[in-house]
């Protein structure tokens, strides 16, 4: 599972409320409606830039406080591909998964907004082709790029009519 696009450079401690405000989660369950406000605390113009594929690169402790599957999601409608950060919630990390969201833990403090990056979920491997650098990242168990490779929990289960993890 080979991903491509370009880096939004953000820092430590993005919790949810940056990711999709209060004040939009709870007005909707649209999900392309949540993706045109998706980070817009931290950069008002990230849903106008991001395209399909794109990263979100974050710190330390991405995605921590409430543990709402509407943060992952919103994400996913947005475009990106998969966050990278240097740690993550865990509620975060586990909605994500479940949700059909690539995550990836690595050293982030080597990439920078616009980089173009490369990752190999499979083989464990981010190459940032920008800066002509590779990073190593904590490589995701099979059964978990079984799940990401379905579109998430509920439509792994829905292909299976079981948890088929094997």
């Known amino acids: 599972m080979e991903l491509r696009g370009r880096a939004h450079k953000f820092g430590d401690d993005v919790n949810t ?7 939009y989660k709870f007005k909707t369950l649209d999900m392309k409606e949540l993706a045109k406000h998706v980070m817009e605390d931290l950069d008002p113009e990230f849903a106008n830039k991001v395209q399909p594929g794109d990263f979100v690169v974050a710190g330390r402790n ?24 240097s740690s993550f919630a865990r509620i975060f990390y586990r909605n994500a998964i479940n949700t059909g969201l690539a995550v990836v833990e690595c050293d982030t403090s080597g990439i920078e907004s616009g980089d ?3 990752v190999d979920l499979e083989k464990g491997v981010l190459r940032n082709l920008t ?16 799940v990401l490779a379905d579109g998430g929990l509920v439509a792994h289960f829905r292909k299976y009519g079981t948890f088929n993890l094997d």
């Open 17 to 23: 409320d940056y990711i999709i405000s209060g004040k």
């Open 62 to 85: 991405f995605g921590c406080g409430s543990s709402r599957e509407q943060a992952p999601l919103a994400l996913l409608n947005a475009g990106v591909s998969a966050v990278l950060a």
């Open 116 to 118: 173009e990056l490369l």
């Open 131 to 146: 800066r002509e650098k590779e990073i190593a990242i904590k490589p995701l168990p099979p059964f978990m790029l079984k």
